[in-house]
């Protein structure tokens, strides 16, 4: 799914998340984070996400007020 990602940090504590970023898959689970320092257009998804492993995550963001 098309998102815009502002600046956040994602940390997932079961399953996985991707993200593409200029065509780059980025998959990232338990054992990672996603750190995006600023607003950046990307597509992302659960592929992977199911009832029995659903995706659970924390989502940290902020804005330059």
């Not at 815009?4 to 940390?11: G, H, K, L, R, S």
């Amino acid at each position: 799914m098309p998102a815009v990602y502002e600046p956040t940090v994602v940390a997932i504590l079961g399953g996985t998340k991707e993200a593409v970023l200029d065509g780059n898959h980025h998959i990232y689970g338990s054992d990672q984070y996603l750190l995006c320092p600023m607003t950046l257009p990307v597509e992302a998804g659960t592929p992977q996400a199911s009832e029995e492993n659903p995706l659970i995550g924390v989502v940290l963001t902020w804005s330059h007020a």
